[in-house]
């Protein structure tokens, strides 16, 4: 096959003009000058959560070639104001303590920031700066699958890359120096990626190409998705759920063998040295990441309901030795499951009331410490509304999205996709900064259904399963609502404290 032939009908897959390219800059602009409004606002604003000290710390040692190290000798005096550490003078390096605990493409994101503007107090601004770039991606990143997605109906991937350009906690998350910030632009790039390698499948020319070149050129796509999904492993470790699970379809559903090896093949090339490294660290098999004892500790504790809870979410970072931490965690969780176990259906349950839960979380601990000195309670309530409203619009108008959506096996994927991201937070612990992940892709079934929802209800008027699905929407809907209702309810007295006159002295932990 004439390699002519090939790169002709990849050129006409992906056309690319000035008037093709013209939307997606424009959406990337408007996006990123929202998202600068209050990076530059708050220039001087520090940090303020334990996750960001911890990043902090981690990115600093990095940029300091001390290696992946926390708790160095001058951050003790800080932390330990709040929390005992268990620290052996005898052993303890003045460096900080060698750490598994949190997956390290995000410390190492900050520590290329800071090894270029150094570390002193501006860095958290340069940091938030950058982060403004990836987030503004998120909209043409949207754009471009709704395109790939929808390809006969370009408002789709236009309403949809507005929502997710001005969809307000996006807007402000680059002010937190947290991995979802990186997460995001890898969750969605590496879905977009496989979804082109799957077209490029079913539109692929017949033959097989003879050198290594070509095979190469064939399976560019899923090399970059390897490559994204690998990447995207490292900044949290749950994402290889979303692995497993494309390389099973595309071994299973495009019987593509060779493309799902190398799939599975570079993302392996790029976890295994860590999970290497934090198996010699640990002396026994570890992953990514060493923090799933805690997050099950927290998340089955008997205190707890299935999110992340103080005083609780203290009881094991005491504990220097990741690997110590990690076992105890998981021996106390299954003591926790075992003596309750009708409780685990309950808080599967509880969990995904937290996954779906109003965007108020951040705010209200935010707001009640004092950060921002009081706010007026009229404008205090317009803040609420324009943080929490926009996810319910969207959730709710994705609900009957996906289940009319044409039944295109990309599309299914995506879905998959979504489940296979979801269901590890409702087994494990969840809160509702986690569905951010999924706001661009729910944004797109949600746009699917304002422009063509009457048509695609129409065409299923004759279906057998027409009613189902009208039935499955019906609830679906109904339980967003109740959680919603319910969570309200649920924090009453809480919120009107939070509402009242000293309403930013409250002081609630988060």
């Not at 940091?127 to 991606?137: C, E, P």
């Not at 937190?176 to 590496?190: G, I, Q």
């Not at 692929?204 to 994204?228: A, H, M």
């Not at 499951?337 to 409780?343: E, F, N, V």
Request: aromatic share 14%.
């Amino acid at each position: 096959m004439g390699y002519e032939v090939i790169f002709v009908k990849w050129m006409n897959m992906v056309p690319v003009t000035k008037k093709r390219l013209r939307f997606p800059v424009a959406i990337f602009l408007v996006a990123l000058c929202l998202r600068l409004i209050p990076v530059l606002a708050l220039r001087t604003l520090g940090i303020g959560l334990d996750d960001m000290f911890q990043y902090d710390m981690l990115a600093r040692s990095l940029a300091s070639g001390d290696g992946y190290r926390w708790y160095a000798q001058e951050d003790l005096p800080l932390i330990t104001s709040y929390i005992h550490l268990d620290v052996d003078p005898a052993t303890y390096d003045p460096r900080g303590v060698l750490t598994s605990f949190r997956p390290p493409l995000y410390p190492a994101f900050l520590a290329l920031i800071y090894a270029i503007v150094g570390m002193g107090g501006g860095r958290f601004f340069v940091a938030r700066l950058v982060q403004t770039i990836l987030g503004a991606s998120l909209a043409p990143l949207a754009y471009a699958l709704g395109r790939r997605l929808f390809p006969d109906e370009v408002r789709i991937a236009t309403i949809a890359s507005w929502g997710v350009a001005l969809y307000p906690m996006l807007v402000i998350y680059p002010l937190s120096l947290a991995t979802e910030n990186l997460f995001f632009v890898l969750m969605l790039s590496s879905i977009l990626a496989l979804v082109i390698a799957w077209q490029t499948l079913t539109d692929s020319v017949p033959g097989s190409p003879r050198s290594r070149i070509g095979v190469l050129f064939q399976d560019r796509w899923f090399i970059l998705t390897g490559i994204l999904f690998g990447l995207m492993a490292l900044t949290r470790s749950v994402s290889l759920a979303l692995v497993g699970v494309a390389v099973l379809w595309i071994w299973f559903v495009a019987r593509a063998r060779r493309q799902a090896i190398v799939l599975a093949a570079v993302v392996a090339a790029l976890t295994l040295p860590w999970m290497l490294r934090n198996t010699f660290l640990h002396q026994h098999l570890t992953g990514i990441e060493s923090a799933l004892g805690y997050d099950l500790y927290v998340g089955y504790h008997p205190q707890g309901t299935g999110t992340f809870q103080y005083p609780q979410s203290l009881d094991l970072m005491t504990m220097i030795d990741d690997g110590e931490r990690d076992e105890l965690g998981r021996e106390k969780a299954w003591e926790f499951i075992s003596a309750d176990p009708w409780r685990f259906p309950y808080l599967i349950l509880r969990r995904a009331g937290y996954f779906f839960g109003l965007e108020r979380r951040a705010m209200t601990y935010f707001y009640s410490n004092n950060f921002f000195g009081y706010i007026p309670q009229p404008v205090l309530f317009l803040l609420s509304g324009v943080l929490c409203v926009p996810f319910v619009l969207i959730s709710l108008s994705s609900v009957p999205g996906m289940l009319f959506v044409e039944r295109k096996r990309e599309k299914i994927l995506v879905l998959v996709l979504l489940a296979c991201y979801m269901v590890p937070h409702l087994l494990i612990i969840a809160e509702d900064r986690f569905h951010l992940a999924l706001v661009p892709f729910l944004a797109l079934f949600a746009a699917s259904f304002w422009v063509e929802g009457r048509t695609r209800m129409g065409e299923a008027i004759d279906a057998r399963h027409r009613y189902w699905l009208l039935g499955i929407a019906l609830v679906l809907v109904s339980l967003l609502l109740a959680t919603w209702g319910l969570e309200l309810s649920r924090d009453a007295d809480k919120l009107r404290l939070l509402f009242g006159p000293s309403g930013n002295l409250t002081y609630f932990p988060y």
